[in-house]
């Protein structure tokens, strides 16, 4: 159990990472950078196509976050 808690904890911290790299704008060849969009990307990809943009913000992220730490108390 703490370990699927930790794993949870640690995609959210990965997914932070995606936003304040977006908001940077990094170098998207960048080993680091990449690994975090593929691990972020497909769990985010279908939340945008569900989510209209709001004034130019994504709130994919947002929502992902929320969803993590809803998953996380259940568990």
């Known amino acids: 159990m703490r370990l699927v808690a930790a794993l949870i904890d640690l995609y959210s911290l990965v997914v932070l990472a995606a936003v304040v ?3 940077v704008r990094a170098d998207r060849r960048h080993p680091l950078v990449k690994a975090v969009y593929r691990l972020t990307e ?3 990809a279908p939340i945008r196509r569900a989510l209209p943009l709001v ?3 994504d709130f994919a992220p ?3 976050l929320i969803a993590l730490r809803v998953l996380r108390s259940l568990w």
Do not use: E, K, Q, R
């Open 21 to 23: 790299m977006s908001w």
């Open 62 to 64: 947002l929502v992902l």
């Open 42 to 44: 497909p769990v985010l």
């Open 55 to 57: 004034a130019g913000l």
